[in-house]
């Protein structure tokens, strides 16, 4: 069964949120910050796939197919996406994709 709309935008305002803690803390290990990002990524693939195009039309600024593919890319060939990369996502692009996710769900019924 697939989840609400709604959870899976507040599955994706969480990841954004964990991955904002992370990269923002310098007492966690580098190699540790760069597989818990990798992993929320996946999580926000996984979440966005479940959005309707009803909904993402409305956020244009984001590449949403873009988002949607990172889960096979970062499972399947994780060595392709260095870490620093990963990193320059986290702290450019998943703020932007967070603050879509907030307002997308700020229209939710």
């Known amino acids: 069964m697939t989840p609400p709309v709604e959870q899976s ?21 580098e190699a540790l910050v760069h597989d818990a990002v990798r992993m929320r990524l996946v999580d926000i693939a996984a979440a966005v796939q479940r959005l309707p195009p009803t909904m993402t039309r409305h956020e244009p600024a984001v590449p949403w197919a873009q988002v949607s593919a990172l889960a096979e890319r970062l499972t399947r060939r994780p060595a ?30």
């Open 80 to 109: 392709e996406t260095p870490a620093s990369v990963l990193l320059g996502t986290a702290r450019t692009d998943v703020p932007v994709l967070c603050a879509a996710a907030r307002r997308m769900r700020a229209r939710c019924p």
């Open 9 to 29: 935008l507040d599955d994706v305002i969480a990841s954004c949120d964990r991955i904002r803690a992370y990269v923002s803390d310098p007492a966690l290990p």
